[in-house]
C-alpha cells in the first residue's frame, strides 16, 4: 500500500517521464531506484514528542537563552499561507533552537530539510518518527535521486510547511555563504498560489563549535553525527550564549518561473540577501572586525565605532548602540572563550582562527578588508 505522498509523487510527470525508463536504465531499474529514494525521504512528525525532546537536550539548550524578532510575521502568515522557512546555517543547535522559538509563540511547526548524516542510529529513528526531519543528500547528481527530491518536496508542501537551510550545510568560515538552489526549485515546482519564503537569521553571541569550524575553514569530510553531538556536549561545558532568531518579510513564489533558471537564481540570491541584511550584528562580531594582533583600549573602540557608523549606512541589523557597549560586552566574551588576552596595557590576539571567523560573520554587510581581523 502506498501512502498518499508517495502515490502523488509517483504520479507528478516529471516522475512518470523518468519512470519510463532511460539514463542507461529500464523501465524496473528506474522504478526501483525511485521507490529506495521515497522510503528513504518519508518522514513522520510527532510533534508532541518532539516538544519534549528538549528535556534530554537541556544540558545544551539551558545554556542559549532565545530571543526572537519579527515573530508576529509568521504568527500572520501561517494563517493563509503555507509557509518556507529559509535560514542561515551557524551550529548544529540551528534546528534545536529555530523550532523551539516558533513553538514558544504558539506557531505551527515546520518539518526540517537536514543532511543525511543527522540520521544514523537511534538519532535517525527520532528525527525520522518524531521530528519530521527530511534527510538530504548533498552534493549528489545523481537524476533519480533530484528528480525524486524534488517531487517529493512539492508534495509535503501541500500539507506542511518547511524549514531549510539556504546555505546547505553550516558555514565552517563564519561568513554567510551563496544559496544553494535545489530545495528553493523543489518549493517552486510545488506550483501553490499561497505559498511563500519568510526570510530568517540566527545569530549567536558564541557559536558552540566555533573553535572546531574556524580550524578547518571548509568542510574536508563528514563525519557521523553521534560523534558530533558528543563533541556538542563536551563543548558545552562552560558554554553560554544568545541566540537571535529574526524573522523578515515573506517573499511571494508565484511571482517566480520554476521552469526559468534565472527565476530560480534570483530567488535564491533575494532570500539569501534579505537573511544577511535579517543577520543580528552582535559585539563578538564588531570586536573581532576591529581587533588587531595588538591593540588598545581607545583604539579598539575608536574602530569599533567607524565599524558601527558603516553597518549603520549599510542598515544593518545592529545588537549594540555604541562602541564602548560592543567592546565591554564583545571582549568579555571573547576573554572568556580564551580568543583574545588582556597583558601589559593591550588586547592581543590568543586564537587569531576563531577571532578571523566571527570577524567574517558580517563580512557580507561590510567590505572583507575592514570586517576580517588583521
Do not use: C
Not at 304 to 312: E, F, I, M, P, S
Request: glycine fraction near 6%.
Amino acid at each position: 500500500m502506498l501512502d498518499e505522498i508517495t502515490e502523488a509523487v509517483l504520479a507528478r510527470e516529471e516522475v512518470a517521464r523518468y519512470l519510463r525508463g532511460g539514463h542507461g536504465q529500464s523501465a524496473l531499474q528506474a522504478r526501483e531506484r525511485v521507490h529506495a529514494y521515497l522510503d528513504e525521504l518519508r518522514t513522520t512528525q510527532r510533534y508532541p514528542f518532539y516538544r519534549a525532546l528538549q528535556h534530554p537536550l537541556y544540558p545544551i539548550l539551558r545554556k542559549i537563552d532565545r530571543y526572537v524578532e519579527n515573530v508576529d510575521t509568521p504568527k500572520a502568515v501561517t494563517k493563509t499561507h503555507r509557509v518556507i522557512y529559509a535560514s542561515n546555517h551557524k551550529s548544529h543547535t540551528d534546528y534545536l533552537v529555530e523550532p523551539l522559538v516558533l513553538d514558544d509563540n504558539g506557531v505551527r511547526p515546520p518539518l526540517i530539510a537536514a543532511g543525511i548524516n543527522l540520521f544514523g542510529g537511534p538519532l535517525g529513528l527520532l528525527h525520522r518518527h518524531v521530528t519530521g526531519a527530511v534527510p538530504i543528500r548533498r552534493n549528489t547528481k545523481d537524476p533519480a535521486y533530484l528528480i525524486t527530491l524534488k517531487a517529493y518536496v512539492a508534495e509535503l508542501l501541500r500539507q506542511h510547511d518547511l524549514l531549510f537551510y539556504v546555505e546547505g550545510g553550516r558555514s565552517y568560515s563564519g561568513e554567510l555563504k551563496s544559496p544553494k538552489t535545489g530545495l528553493i526549485h523543489a518549493a517552486m515546482q510545488a506550483e501553490r498560489s499561497n505559498l511563500v519564503i519568510i526570510p530568517m537569521a540566527i545569530a549567536y553571541d558564541l557559536v558552540l563549535e566555533d573553535r572546531v569550524l574556524a580550524r578547518q575553514g571548509v568542510k574536508r569530510r563528514q563525519r557521523p553525527f553521534t560523534h558530533e553531538l558528543a563533541e556538542m556536549v563536551r563543548l558545552a561545558v562552560g558554554y553560554r550564549s544568545r541566540a537571535w532568531v529574526t524573522f523578515g518579510t515573506p517573499i511571494r513564489m508565484d511571482e517566480y518561473d520554476p521552469e526559468s533558471r534565472r527565476d530560480v537564481l534570483d530567488l535564491a540570491h533575494r532570500t539569501r540577501d534579505e537573511i544577511g541584511r535579517l543577520y543580528k550584528v552582535l559585539p563578538t562580531s564588531i570586536v573581532a572586525a576591529a581587533m588587531h594582533p595588538s591593540i588598545t583600549r581607545k583604539d579598539l573602540e575608536t574602530g569599533a565605532a567607524a565599524l558601527l557608523d558603516r553597518l549603520r549606512g549599510a542598515g544593518a541589523n545592529l545588537g549594540v548602540d555604541s562602541a564602548r557597549e560592543a567592546v565591554d560586552e564583545g571582549v568579555a566574551l571573547l576573554r572568556r572563550r580564551h580568543v583574545i588576552a588582556f597583558e601589559r596595557g593591550r588586547y592581543r590576539v590568543r586564537d587569531r582562527s576563531v577571532l578571523r571567523y566571527y570577524a567574517r560573520t558580517i563580512s557580507h554587510l561590510v567590505p572583507p578588508d575592514t570586517a576580517q581581523a588583521r
